[in-house]
């Protein structure tokens, strides 16, 4: 097995060495246009693995380029790992004019036609649905690293999107878990009326686990929620940190935040980082 690791920052493969790693150079052209040139040859019929982190349409198109010159090499299988799948928030139409843009990637990446597509903890069951030959890794394993941290703590699902997830790693971790919810207006985004579903907490500690935090809008919510009910100490992990309005607003939440190297960002001592290895 080759491995091509297309993000030069992201190396979740531990099997991957000197031998079996393919080099490569990769640039833009001044028109806007990804290319690769992989310089490490590859023997007859050979397997590849490839990793990259899917942040936009240069990232997409620099894994379809590479997809084309591992085919013309003469590579026989080729898998991919990509640990966020991009787009997967918007799977479904909401309001009229809206794309449905998990099914956008899903139709590019099913286009090249891979051995195997591997993701890590999707948004939603649509994504795997869509995609073909797709094998999924949840996130028990970082949620097991996570509670050897803040052990004895209640897992809290933050709403009703994670309720079946949560409640999967709550009977794998024996732990007990408290589900929340929130309303979403879906012309405008705006979150309101954030419920804990227990009447009191009595101080215990809690960890909201989610896919997901961009701006962080629901977790801001869901502490003050559940501050209201008499919880303890508050821990947040997230497989995907985007922390698009950045982590000083958390801060002021949460006791810690952990999150998966899944997304490419400027590094932030605040984050407790669980490198993904395969």
Same mark, same amino acid.
């Given at each position: 097995?080759?491995?091509?690791?297309?993000?030069?920052?992201?190396?979740?493969?531990?099997?991957?060495?000197?031998?079996?790693?393919?080099?490569?150079?990769?640039?833009?052209?001044?028109?806007?246009?990804?290319?690769?040139?992989?310089?490490?040859?590859?023997?007859?019929?050979?397997?590849?693995?490839?990793?990259?982190?899917?942040?936009?349409?240069?990232?997409?198109?620099?894994?379809? !380029?590479?997809?084309?010159?591992?085919?013309?090499?003469?590579?026989?299988?080729?898998?991919?790992?990509?640990?966020?799948?991009?787009?997967?928030?918007?799977?479904?139409?909401?309001?009229?004019?809206?794309?449905? &843009?998990?099914?956008?990637?899903?139709?590019?990446?099913?286009?090249?036609?891979?051995?195997?597509?591997?993701?890590?903890?999707?948004?939603?069951?649509?994504?795997?649905?869509?995609?073909?030959?797709?094998?999924?890794?949840?996130?028990?394993?970082?949620?097991?690293?996570?509670?050897?941290?803040?052990?004895? &703590?209640?897992?809290?699902?933050?709403?009703?999107?994670?309720?079946?997830?949560?409640?999967?790693?709550?009977?794998?971790?024996?732990?007990?878990?408290?589900?929340?919810?929130?309303?979403?207006? !879906?012309?405008?985004?705006?979150?309101?009326?954030?419920?804990?579903?227990?009447?009191?907490?009595?101080?215990?500690?809690?960890?909201?686990?989610?896919?997901?935090?961009?701006?962080?809008?629901?977790?801001?919510?869901? @502490?003050? @929620?559940?501050?209201?009910?008499? @919880?303890?100490?508050?821990?947040?992990?997230?497989?995907?940190?985007?922390?698009?309005?950045?982590?000083?607003?958390?801060?002021?939440?949460?006791?810690?935040?952990?999150? &998966?190297?899944?997304?490419?960002?400027?590094?932030?001592?605040?984050?407790?980082?669980?490198?993904?290895?395969?």
């Amino acid at each position: 097995m080759y491995y091509l690791q297309l993000d030069s920052s992201f190396r979740p493969f531990a099997q991957a060495d000197e031998k079996n790693t393919l080099s490569f150079e990769a640039f833009t052209f001044s028109g806007g246009e990804p290319h690769i040139k992989i310089l490490t040859s590859l023997s007859k019929d050979a397997s590849v693995m490839i990793s990259h982190r899917l942040q936009s349409f240069n990232d997409l198109g620099l894994l379809l !380029v590479a997809v084309d010159a591992l085919r013309r090499m003469g590579a026989r299988q080729i898998r991919l790992f990509l640990p966020y799948f991009p787009g997967a928030r918007q799977d479904r139409v909401m309001v009229p004019g809206e794309p449905l &843009t998990v099914k956008v990637y899903a139709n590019l990446i099913n286009g090249l036609g891979l051995e195997q597509v591997i993701i890590l903890d999707p948004h939603s069951d649509v994504t795997s649905a869509l995609l073909e030959r797709v094998h999924v890794i949840a996130n028990l394993e970082f949620a097991q690293a996570v509670l050897k941290e803040i052990p004895n &703590t209640t897992l809290i699902a933050p709403d009703a999107g994670a309720v079946k997830k949560v409640h999967f790693l709550a009977n794998k971790l024996e732990s007990p878990v408290i589900t929340c919810s929130k309303i979403r207006d !879906v012309s405008t985004g705006h979150l309101s009326s954030f419920q804990v579903h227990i009447d009191d907490l009595h101080g215990q500690d809690c960890l909201i686990i989610d896919d997901i935090c961009d701006g962080g809008r629901t977790f801001l919510g869901l @502490a003050k @929620a559940l501050k209201a009910k008499n @919880a303890g100490k508050l821990y947040l992990a997230v497989t995907h940190g985007i922390f698009s309005k950045g982590t000083d607003a958390l801060q002021a939440h949460f006791e810690a935040i952990f999150t &998966t190297n899944s997304f490419r960002r400027k590094s932030d001592d605040s984050l407790t980082i669980k490198k993904i290895q395969l």
